[in-house]
């Protein structure tokens, strides 16, 4: 979706501002809002597609305004509310009032480390052979999804130049809406900085997206 | 991201006044899935402890100093950097599909997520504030040496900059140049000179005697 979340050569928000000897955590409800959002996906009722596209459905005035761990647990409480775990009415009073779906699994302390330690590969067999190589000029497509893609908006309609096949990889805009994971071969496309930004843009830049194969076409 | 303005909150709260509105809203969420049995406090106090201390850019910087002190193990993190990785013990969640790429003096590379906060956590921790926000995602795809000029980093114009976007799984952790005058040093010593900035492309790493 052109939501909030795409980024990519938007203007306006000043500059960065790198915290010297920056903690970890600026709050301790921080570090709760971490766990619990780690904790709460590992009920497994979800994935990490669904949460990122959660999180970027965000109305862009609240995702701007929210710190970055805000949007988690606003994303959060969403995708709770959504797969019937808790109600809005629960959100406001801050208790339980009755149960809701049963989790498939919960995750406990002493298997937090194991779980960590395995995370969530999303590399799959595909039986496709890749359609592009190394080498290949690409243009990618002009497609304005309303769901979840991975496709930024400053690298669509573009052409430019397979540097890897990686493999092949869960498909986000088919597993964030529980479509299935829809495999496919994954790419590393560099773009040069004139491609994208226009004659004025930096000579000396190339810039490179991970595309699925599906976000590709042959050059024209 | 201090400076924003924070909107009013999507609904209220009748307890916890003492709290700051996230705070309670946060403690609000923990209370209800605990008592639905649906998280383990326990499990989140550990996972904080993993992230606040187990995990962090001394990893990284382990994997950057045995890739400039040892040719072999360079060569396979850059073929296979998931494995080379692994094999110093560092793997797991963010950090499934690892990509390593190596700054040489015409080539500065530097990692970027536009669309969310795609980050090595398995080799870098969680990462800052400022890598997550709208400054620095929004521009490091179009302005990358105005980028970088704000951390203090004039690169020459000859120099070319490599941006990489993690919008896939891949995860990456840039290999900064070896400093001079390094060549006795152990990679111990090579390690202290890895700094997190350098390892995502905002920084250098350090000169000798520079390290903390």
């Known amino acids: 979706?052109?939501?909030?979340?795409?980024?990519?050569?938007?203007?306006?928000?000043?500059?960065?501002?790198?915290?010297?000897?920056?903690?970890?955590?600026?709050?301790?409800?921080?570090?709760?809002?971490?766990?619990?959002?780690?904790?709460a996906g590992a009920m497994g009722h979800w994935n990490i597609d669904e949460s990122r596209h959660a999180r970027e459905s965000l109305h862009p005035s609240d995702y701007?305004?929210?710190?970055?761990?805000?949007?988690?647990?606003?994303?959060?409480?969403?995708?709770?509310?959504?797969?019937?775990?808790?109600?809005?009415?629960?959100?406001?009073?801050?208790?339980?009032?009755?149960?809701?779906?049963?989790?498939?699994?919960?995750?406990?302390?002493?298997?937090?480390?194991?779980?960590?330690?395995?995370?969530?590969?999303?590399?799959?067999?595909?039986?496709?052979?890749?359609?592009?190589?190394?080498?290949?000029?690409?243009?990618?497509?002009?497609?304005?999804?309303?769901?979840?893609?991975?496709?930024?908006?400053?690298?669509?309609?573009?052409?430019?130049?397979?540097?890897?096949?990686?493999?092949?990889?869960?498909?986000?805009?088919?597993?964030?809406?529980?479509?299935?994971?829809?495999?496919?071969?994954?790419?590393?496309?560099?773009?040069?900085?004139?491609?994208?930004?226009?004659?004025?843009?930096?000579?000396?830049?190339?810039?490179?997206?991970?595309?699925?194969?599906?976000?590709?076409?042959?050059?024209? | 991201m201090a400076g924003f303005t924070f909107l009013p909150m999507s609904h209220d709260h009748d307890h916890d006044n003492d709290l700051d509105p996230m705070a309670a809203r946060v403690k609000a969420l923990e209370t209800i899935l605990t008592e639905k049995g649906l998280i383990d406090p326990a499990a989140v106090d550990a996972i904080v402890e993993t992230y606040e201390h187990k995990v962090g850019p001394r990893n990284g910087a382990r994997v950057v100093a045995k890739a400039w002190s040892d040719a072999a193990y360079a060569e396979w993190l850059a073929k296979d950097a998931t494995a080379a990785i692994a094999s110093l013990g560092y793997s797991g969640r963010q950090g499934e599909h690892m990509q390593a790429v190596f700054n040489a003096p015409e080539t500065h590379n530097l990692v970027v997520c536009t669309l969310c906060s795609c980050y090595p956590w398995s080799v870098l921790g969680l990462?800052?504030?400022?890598?997550?926000?709208?400054?620095?995602?929004?521009?490091?795809?179009?302005?990358?040496?105005?980028?970088?000029?704000?951390?203090?980093?004039?690169?020459?114009?000859?120099?070319?900059?490599?941006?990489?976007?993690?919008?896939?799984?891949?995860?990456?952790?840039v290999v900064p140049l070896r400093p001079q005058g390094t060549d006795g040093l152990g990679e111990d010593e090579l390690a202290a000179l890895v700094t997190r900035d350098s390892m995502i492309g905002a920084g250098h790493a350090l000169a000798p005697g520079a390290a903390a």
């Open chain 1, 64 to 220: 701007y305004a929210s710190s970055y761990y805000e949007i988690w647990i606003k994303a959060l409480e969403a995708l709770l509310v959504r797969h019937g775990f808790v109600t809005a009415d629960e959100l406001g009073a801050g208790r339980s009032k009755a149960s809701g779906a049963s989790p498939k699994r919960v995750l406990k302390a002493a298997d937090v480390a194991p779980v960590l330690a395995k995370g969530g590969p999303c590399d799959r067999p595909v039986a496709a052979e890749p359609r592009f190589k190394p080498g290949d000029r690409v243009q990618t497509i002009n497609e304005h999804p309303t769901g979840h893609t991975r496709l930024p908006r400053y690298a669509r309609g573009k052409t430019g130049t397979v540097e890897a096949a990686r493999g092949a990889y869960v498909f986000p805009d088919s597993n964030a809406h529980g479509k299935g994971e829809a495999p496919q071969h994954l790419y590393t496309v560099v773009f040069d900085g004139r491609t994208l930004w226009g004659k004025g843009s930096d000579a000396s830049l190339t810039v490179s997206i991970d595309a699925w194969e599906s976000y590709l076409e042959p050059e024209q």
């Open chain 1, 1 to 39: 979706m052109n939501g909030p979340q795409d980024l990519g050569g938007q203007m306006g928000f000043g500059p960065v501002a790198p915290e010297p000897d920056e903690p970890y955590f600026h709050a301790d409800w921080e570090k709760r809002a971490l766990g619990v959002t780690l904790a």
């Open chain 2, 127 to 173: 990462p800052p504030v400022w890598y997550k926000s709208p400054p620095y995602r929004s521009r490091a795809v179009i302005d990358p040496r105005g980028v970088l000029a704000e951390f203090g980093l004039e690169l020459p114009l000859t120099t070319n900059i490599r941006v990489w976007d993690s919008t896939a799984e891949l995860r990456y952790i």
